[in-house]
């Protein structure tokens, strides 16, 4: 078995490799007895077969087998007397002209690039710092009691936070639209349900009463045929209901989870699950900043036959998504190049991330994985059932154990860049959160 190295780009490689067919053929001989000892065919006591009858039957399967084995062990061989570390799998092909006695073959592939580490010191990242407090509870119980809102029948004209009943026809030059007619509609007053101006004439109103009012959809409407258009709308009420908001009281306590009701302890609660979700949203935040100052400061080529693996990979969950979603993806085309960038961006990190774990033993420790699975279920109504099945096989923690690895990562950048703290409100980190 001869090699030959030739580098075809900053990560492709061809190696040419050769494979002695004597070699192949012994390999092939011993193969063939071995199974002539055991093989059963119609007439024949088991290992009685004739041995040109075994290689009739299996000699061409074990002749490619023998071959496969043969270049696999040849390349193997060759990558590693070179120190080369390949990037996703070889493609080998039959090379023309092989010499007398050989089957010559060439293998193309990438290795994985040098991942050098940019300098951290420079790297600014901002740190959200806030503190809850007795107002971010008393809120957060106040969006709890909205969103357990019950309505009762009023008698009197239509406000903010009402729910009624409406019909409404809409009309475009005259003439109804697609979707612009509804009978006994129900939206909240205020709810954000529907166009500002559409809403805007919902107040006021009292049941029996009508109103007709013109409505510019805005230019980036969805429906292409209505966006920007002025249109006319009349519409009908035809019921009003108040809303009736649950009395901070046993009964709501009981409601979240609190068994005895307990307006102490369902505060105390209230304020832990806000300080958790605070803590996972900075450090959200935080990691994100790391993480891009990493990718920015490290300027490497990344193998394409992983980008393309994990384009695969997205296209596959984009997919699944849209199942879920109840969308039938055969008509629905999901393209590998939408990606493309974005695979390249995950690649890039994931090998940053290696070097780096691999450079300064930032493995997750048990430990650590420890305390975040304990995190993780007090979030549960049983946390102690939540910790058992974490630890009931190992690939359950497969997840922990990266998410704590990718801190410990992080943890390692801002000991190196410039880390400042900023004041957010609750609202901000909130608000930021969703947009990421």
């Given at each position: 078995?001869q090699?030959?190295?030739v580098?075809?780009?900053?990560?492709?490689r061809r190696?040419?490799?050769s494979?002695?067919?004597?070699?192949?053929?012994?390999?092939?001989?011993?193969?063939?007895?071995n199974?002539g000892?055991?093989?059963?065919m119609?007439?024949?006591?088991?290992?009685?077969?004739?041995?040109?009858?075994?290689e009739q039957?299996?000699?061409p399967?074990?002749?490619?087998?023998?071959?496969?084995?043969?270049?696999?062990k040849?390349?193997?061989?060759?990558v590693?007397?070179?120190?080369?570390?390949?990037?996703?799998?070889?493609?080998?092909?039959?090379?023309?002209?092989?010499?007398?006695g050989?089957?010559?073959f060439?293998?193309?592939?990438?290795?994985?690039?040098?991942?050098?580490?940019?300098?951290?010191?420079?790297?600014e990242?901002e740190?959200?710092?806030?503190t809850?407090g007795?107002?971010?509870?008393?809120?957060?119980?106040?969006?709890?009691?909205?969103?357990r809102?019950?309505y009762?029948?009023?008698?009197?004209?239509?406000?903010e936070?009402?729910?009624?009943?409406?019909?409404?026809?809409?009309?475009?030059?005259?003439?109804?639209?697609?979707g612009?007619?509804?009978?006994d509609?129900?939206?909240v007053?205020?709810?954000?349900?529907m166009?500002?101006d559409?809403d805007a004439?919902?107040?006021?109103?009292s049941?029996?009463?009508?109103k007709?009012?013109?409505?510019?959809f805005?230019?980036e409407y969805?429906?292409?045929?209505l966006a920007?258009?002025?249109?006319?709308?009349e519409i009908?009420?035809?019921?009003?209901?108040a809303?009736?908001l649950?009395?901070?009281?046993a009964t709501f306590?009981?409601a979240l989870?609190?068994v005895?009701?307990?307006?102490?302890?369902?505060?105390?609660e209230?304020?832990?699950?806000?300080?958790?979700?605070?803590?996972?949203?900075i450090r959200?935040r935080?990691?994100?900043?790391a993480?891009e100052?990493?990718?920015?400061?490290s300027g490497f080529?990344?193998?394409?036959?992983?980008?393309?693996?994990?384009?695969?990979?997205m296209?596959?969950?984009?997919?699944q998504d849209?199942?879920?979603?109840?969308?039938?993806?055969?008509?629905?085309?999901?393209?590998k190049?939408?990606?493309?960038?974005?695979?390249?961006s995950?690649?890039?990190?994931?090998l940053?991330v290696?070097?780096i774990?691999g450079?300064?033993s930032?493995?997750?420790?048990?430990d650590?994985?420890?305390?975040?699975?304990?995190?993780l279920?007090q979030?549960y109504e049983h946390?102690a059932?939540?910790?058992?099945?974490?630890?009931s096989?190992p690939e359950?923690?497969?997840g922990?154990?990266d998410a704590?690895?990718?801190?410990n990562?992080?943890e390692?950048?801002l000991?190196?860049?410039?880390?400042?703290?900023?004041?957010?409100?609750?609202e901000?980190?909130?608000e930021?959160g969703?947009?990421?």
């Amino acid at each position: 078995m001869q090699t030959n190295e030739v580098t075809l780009g900053a990560l492709e490689r061809r190696i040419d490799l050769s494979v002695s067919l004597a070699e192949v053929e012994t390999q092939v001989a011993a193969r063939l007895k071995n199974m002539g000892r055991t093989v059963k065919m119609a007439g024949f006591r088991p290992g009685k077969v004739p041995s040109k009858m075994v290689e009739q039957s299996y000699g061409p399967q074990i002749r490619n087998e023998v071959m496969g084995d043969a270049v696999e062990k040849a390349f193997n061989t060759a990558v590693q007397e070179q120190n080369l570390r390949v990037a996703g799998y070889p493609n080998i092909e039959p090379k023309a002209g092989s010499a007398e006695g050989t089957m010559d073959f060439v293998a193309t592939f990438e290795v994985f690039p040098e991942v050098v580490i940019g300098d951290l010191s420079a790297a600014e990242i901002e740190r959200p710092a806030l503190t809850i407090g007795d107002a971010e509870v008393e809120r957060t119980i106040e969006v709890l009691r909205k969103q357990r809102t019950s309505y009762e029948k009023a008698e009197r004209a239509s406000a903010e936070g009402d729910r009624v009943v409406i019909d409404f026809t809409g009309r475009k030059d005259g003439e109804i639209f697609e979707g612009g007619q509804a009978t006994d509609f129900s939206v909240v007053v205020g709810g954000g349900q529907m166009l500002p101006d559409f809403d805007a004439a919902l107040r006021g109103l009292s049941v029996g009463e009508s109103k007709t009012f013109d409505l510019t959809f805005p230019a980036e409407y969805h429906a292409k045929n209505l966006a920007g258009e002025t249109v006319q709308f009349e519409i009908t009420l035809k019921g009003v209901e108040a809303p009736i908001l649950p009395a901070v009281d046993a009964t709501f306590a009981q409601a979240l989870g609190v068994v005895d009701g307990d307006l102490v302890k369902m505060r105390g609660e209230i304020q832990a699950n806000l300080e958790r979700e605070v803590s996972r949203r900075i450090r959200a935040r935080v990691r994100d900043q790391a993480l891009e100052a990493l990718s920015k400061l490290s300027g490497f080529e990344v193998p394409k036959v992983l980008v393309d693996g994990e384009s695969e990979r997205m296209v596959e969950s984009a997919k699944q998504d849209l199942v879920q979603r109840g969308v039938d993806v055969k008509n629905v085309p999901v393209e590998k190049a939408w990606f493309a960038e974005q695979a390249a961006s995950r690649v890039k990190l994931g090998l940053i991330v290696a070097e780096i774990v691999g450079k300064n033993s930032l493995q997750a420790k048990p430990d650590q994985v420890r305390a975040r699975v304990d995190d993780l279920a007090q979030t549960y109504e049983h946390p102690a059932e939540v910790v058992r099945w974490y630890y009931s096989k190992p690939e359950n923690l497969r997840g922990i154990q990266d998410a704590v690895v990718e801190d410990n990562v992080v943890e390692w950048v801002l000991a190196q860049a410039k880390v400042s703290d900023k004041s957010f409100t609750f609202e901000e980190l909130m608000e930021q959160g969703q947009q990421a």
